[in-house]
């Protein structure tokens, strides 16, 4: 056996990553570690009830506990553990990972925090600690697939990625369902995102650069624009080899204009304003406000998409490589297709690192395994990646 796996962070996306943990590893015991000890033991039930087996147990932790993490991780002799709490913790459970010397993932989403983790890569490697930041839908499986579409050729030098969670029956007026953290989808629209463009790293604004996307019925055709964190420490690795690097988010119809007002209102930022004598965080009043509007019910279907292009040449000849992804809620598991892109894209990193196939240290994703290798355990959880190579016939 594999020894003692963690989830920190007993929600939505650390359920399906535990029971990633416990169908496809070999772990004696995996602990469900959350603040909410009833959450913790709602969460471990259903991952044993799925499983037909008592391999989920309930903890009690507080992930901003940097040294009560550390102690509980070095008493519960744990092996490695993902990260499913908001991106603002990761950096202090690096710290505590990096202590015990033992194995993490996260999901990642913020790529200051990521590159504040990534500084850290001499001491991990010196604690033969194996980190993997940034797993989970996108970026994560995003990033995993960038590599694959860069694989299939010779020389890539241009990726463009359009990615989206959403309803699969979107409702008005938002059109739009939350199946995570409502931190880690503000986050997305605030600020500026990492691309590379004309080989360099740059920071372009959020939700800007709109355009349409055409998708086969019933999906139909859908707004994309630019959001942060998607490509993160990938427009970093890639800067030099590929002249251009982006990703895009996809949205239904008219969710752009809403946006922008949002973001003109102020709404999105987290400095506090001064309102009659009170001083408040515009982005907390707008969690408060939204986030009962968009969150999903339980069993909600929805819907994943994944689309990447890939150009440059193969055999001397331009060529594109397209890879698809199109995945939907699992009627099997009750597992939401945002729940099983970003718990099993978590859980599969961490299989890997137990499995030492992930060298010492902190490894960005594009870094931690190829493209071929995550495809071909993607396919054994039901993921179906499509991959189209064809000439690109699209003036020099």
């Not at 943990?21 to 991952?47: N, T």
């Not at 710290?95 to 983790?117: E, K």
């Not at 697939?145 to 010779?154: C, G, K, N, R």
Request: with cysteine; glycine share 10%; charged share 20%.
């Amino acid at each position: 056996m594999d020894g003692h796996f963690a989830v920190i962070g007993a929600g939505r996306q650390g359920t399906a990553a535990a029971y990633d943990l416990a169908r496809f590893g070999r772990a004696d015991e995996i602990f469900l570690a959350d603040r909410d000890l009833p959450l913790a033991r709602k969460a471990a039930e259903r991952v044993n009830h799925l499983l037909g087996t008592p391999i989920a147990s309930p903890a009690v932790l507080d992930a901003q506990d940097e040294a009560g993490v550390e102690l509980w991780l070095r008493q519960h002799e744990v092996r490695a553990f993902v990260s499913a709490v908001p991106y603002f913790f990761n950096l202090g459970l690096t710290r505590a990972a990096i202590a015990c010397g033992c194995g993490m993932t996260d999901l990642g989403g913020n790529s200051d925090v990521v590159c504040a983790q990534l500084d850290l890569s001499p001491q991990a490697a010196a604690a033969g600690a194996c980190i993997v930041p940034d797993c989970g839908q996108v970026p994560g499986m995003g990033t995993s697939l960038i590599v694959y579409a860069m694989e299939q050729l010779d020389e890539p030098r241009q990726v463009y990625m359009w990615d989206c969670g959403l309803p699969a029956d979107p409702q008005p007026p938002w059109n739009y369902r939350l199946g995570f953290s409502i931190e880690g989808l503000t986050n997305e629209y605030y600020g500026d995102c990492l691309y590379i463009r004309g080989g360099r790293t740059v920071r372009v604004p959020n939700l800007d650069e709109l355009e349409r996307v055409e998708f086969p019925a019933p999906i139909g055709p859908l707004e994309a624009f630019t959001s942060s964190g998607g490509l993160s420490s990938a427009a970093l690795t890639f800067a030099g080899k590929l002249d251009v690097l982006q990703n895009k988010t996809l949205r239904y119809p008219g969710s752009f204009a809403q946006l922008k007002v949002i973001q003109q209102l102020g709404l999105l930022s987290p400095d506090p304003i001064d309102v009659g004598g009170v001083h408040v965080a515009p982005r907390q009043v707008l969690h408060a406000l939204w986030e009962p509007q968009i969150r999903a019910a339980p069993n909600e279907r929805d819907l994943i998409i994944i689309r990447i292009l890939a150009r440059g040449s193969k055999a001397g000849k331009p060529t594109e490589a397209w890879v698809n992804l199109l995945h939907y809620a699992d009627e099997t598991t009750g597992f939401s297709a945002m729940e099983q892109a970003t718990g099993w894209h978590a859980a599969i990193l961490t299989h890997a690192i137990t499995g030492g196939r992930v060298v010492s240290g902190v490894i960005p994703v594009e870094k931690a395994m190829s493209g071929a290798d995550f495809v071909a355990q993607a396919a054994q959880r039901g993921f179906e990646v499509r991959l189209d190579i064809r000439p690109d016939e699209q003036p020099a």
